[in-house]
């Protein structure tokens, strides 16, 4: 597997996830999910490129352990205990086992209209995808890169993919386009607003006083639009077991003038949207499944936020 | 190429410049047949949809319109005859 490839395309095998579901039928969920504290520990403990990943990320949200590798490894641990967990509640949600869903400030998420939802990468965040089914018939497209695990993808947590799109990020600008055109039919566009694709637009902005690169896709699509990005968070609650799915207020969004939005119009709503993930992790810190690169504790510029690296929308299509 | 098509590409390559704001560029300094993208004005995916955006509003193209059409993109000149063709104002 080559260095560069994600992370996840080198994790976990076919085998592996079918014993786990095998594990789940024959002992439930309990039994699946004292065996995969076993798997996370083994990885805790030998994978050194996804701690090298994670350790970006701890480094900055516990700074008071960033100089010791082995309280790195202490909280990669159980950042590792926590992503077995959502995994597993993914998958229980996905063969119909479904957990109560509670949601909170549904307002926020307008019925009819375009919308774009913003998703991170944070606690049971496939199970977000389940407010696809509770669209009440608006067409929903979800922003995404096919998992190279068949069985580990991000759409576990739903039942049946019906009633919804997927556009690649991969295609033609990114997906960018017909996310655009979605959003002008009326439609809902879900993207994940915590990591940026690959040499797409970003910007940095502070998160626990350092600072990470978050895309401006979702701002710039809803503010040429007309439409708001409404931040979504889909939390485990484990006494007694249930999702919540947090909906924030509407990110504030720039004018949209009859030239470009320039990268410093939009990193404003980049930099909001960072807080509430800030918020997120001092929250559940271990349920940040944030693995790359592109976090640093590198003192934060006079103008916090630029555009990164240019990415040939042509380029991208495979 | 005929007067029309060389006034309409003159006028979309001042508006092309003034909405992507090329700050170091010029309409001259946009080639028929150059790649909007990389080695050509290097625009990037969020100049895409600006593009769009702007075939929305000065030439009344919807956005459905130009979805999964990666060709309309491939030259300034396979953009002009789009447009061209296709505008409806």
């Known amino acids: 597997m080559k260095e560069n490839a994600p992370l996840n395309a080198s994790r976990g095998n076919r085998f592996g996830i079918g014993f786990f579901r095998l594990l789940m039928h024959c002992g439930g969920f309990g039994v699946a999910l004292r065996f995969s504290r076993i798997v996370a520990w083994f990885y805790a403990r030998f994978d050194r490129r996804a701690f090298s990943a994670a350790a970006d990320y701890l480094k900055l949200r516990f700074p008071e352990d960033a100089g010791s590798e082995k309280k790195l490894r202490r909280h990669f641990h159980l950042l590792l205990n926590e992503l077995a967990k959502m995994l597993l509640v993914s998958y229980r949600m996905g063969i119909g086992k479904a957990l109560p869903i509670g949601e909170e400030d549904r307002k926020y998420l307008p019925e009819t209209g375009g919308v774009v939802v913003v998703l991170a990468h944070f606690d049971c965040w496939q199970a977000a995808m389940d407010l696809m089914n509770r669209s009440r018939g608006r067409v929903i497209n979800i922003m995404a890169r096919a998992d190279q695990v068949k069985g580990m993808d991000k759409f576990l947590a739903l039942k049946s993919r019906s009633g919804f799109n997927v556009i690649s990020t991969e295609g033609f600008s990114g997906g960018l386009v017909e996310a655009s055109a979605a959003l002008e039919r009326g439609e809902a566009v879900i993207i994940m607003g915590d990591r940026p694709v690959p040499g797409a637009a970003a910007a940095e902005v502070p998160f626990f006083g350092g600072k990470i690169a978050v895309p401006l896709s979702p701002w710039m699509l809803a503010a040429r639009n007309g439409v708001p990005a409404v931040p979504v968070f889909a939390e485990l609650h484990e006494d007694p077991l249930k999702i919540v799915i947090r909906y924030c207020p509407p990110v504030p969004l720039p004018e949209a003038p009859g030239r470009r939005l320039r990268a410093e119009e939009l990193s404003p709503a980049a930099a909001q949207y960072a807080q509430l993930l800030e918020e997120a992790a001092g929250r559940r810190p271990y349920r940040v499944f944030r693995f790359g690169g592109d976090v640093s504790r590198k003192d934060i510029e006079k103008d916090p936020c630029h555009k990164t690296e240019k990415i040939d929308p042509m380029e991208k299509e495979k | ?89």
């Open chain 2, 1 to 89: 190429m005929n007067e029309d098509v060389s006034a309409f590409r003159r006028e979309l390559k001042e508006n092309l410049v003034d909405w992507l704001q090329l700050m170091d560029k010029t309409a001259d300094d946009v080639k028929d047949d150059e790649p909007l993208f990389k080695e050509g004005l290097g625009l990037d995916s969020l100049d895409a949809v600006e593009i769009v955006i702007l075939m929305q509003r000065k030439y009344g193209i919807p956005q459905s319109q130009v979805e999964n059409r990666r060709e309309i993109f491939a030259t300034f000149a396979t953009l002009a005859d789009f447009i061209m063709a296709n505008r409806t104002k």
